[in-house]
């Protein structure tokens, strides 16, 4: 893959995410590696709305760039967090990182982790962490070294208590994904709480092996991001300039 449809598949992310109420004003950010570099990544500019992200529109960056970012368009919070993931992450070279509305909600419940609760709540078995240590906005040396750590062994997505999510991938595919289907097992969660009911909760060996089963199904992500990405051929191809 080349830098131009890396770019036009992160763009169709935002669209899409935009579609599905993901994103918050003009906050929220994604990020890629660019393909054949472990150190330069794409990210959406500061005060740009997911809903106009164009592919020529996302800023190239260096990670290593001493000092902070060479393009002043470049978001201080989301610098901080992307540029030192993507280098300290092996698998991380993807990151999307929203607050999202019911994924958000489960991070600001106390002690709050994801449960077994369905087919889609299976895939994330043993490759969620939590960060239980809101300390302001991200504009510390301190914190991609942190959560840098709870990343380590095939976590895939953490929940950030008191602020949000993100969730990290090899590829675009992958992380959206990824992205889509915590948005809709977080509504789940708050829909079964609400109930007042209690939960019947899928057993370990039961959901490991649905969690494998996700990761070996052929192809998901791809057809997902491919489905998305025609509809916006269709209804606004602008997303690929």
């Given at each position: 893959m080349n830098e131009a449809e890396q770019r036009r598949r992160l763009?169709?992310?935002?669209?899409?995410s935009a579609r599905l109420g993901f994103h918050e004003a003009v906050a929220n950010h994604f990020s890629a590696l660019?393909?054949?570099s472990d150190h330069e990544f794409l990210m959406n500019p500061r005060g740009a709305h997911f809903s106009r992200i164009t592919a020529s529109s996302l800023l190239r960056l260096d990670a290593t760039s001493a000092g902070g970012p060479a393009d002043e368009r470049a978001d201080p919070t989301a610098w901080f967090l992307h540029s030192q993931l993507h280098r300290l992450v092996p698998h991380a070279k993807v990151l999307l990182h929203t607050h999202m509305p019911y994924a958000t909600a489960l991070a600001c419940l106390d002690g709050f982790e994801l449960q077994m609760l369905d087919q889609s709540s299976c895939r994330f078995f043993g490759r969620v962490a939590y960060d239980r240590s809101y300390g302001g906005m991200f504009l510390d040396d301190s914190e991609g070294p942190r959560l840098a750590r709870l990343l380590a062994d095939g976590v895939s997505t953490v929940f950030l208590g008191n602020h949000g999510v993100m969730v990290v991938g090899e590829t675009v595919a992958d992380a959206f994904d990824e992205l889509y289907y915590l948005e809709r097992v977080c509504e789940l969660h708050v829909l079964a709480y609400s109930t007042g009911?209690?939960?019947a909760v899928v057993p370990d060996?039961?959901?490991e092996l649905t969690c494998r089963q996700w990761l070996d199904y052929p192809d998901g992500p791809e057809l997902h991001l491919r489905a998305v990405m025609d509809i916006l051929d269709a209804e606004e191809p602008e997303y690929a300039r």
């Open positions: 763009a169709a992310t935002f669209r899409w660019v393909p054949g009911r209690p939960l060996h039961v959901a």
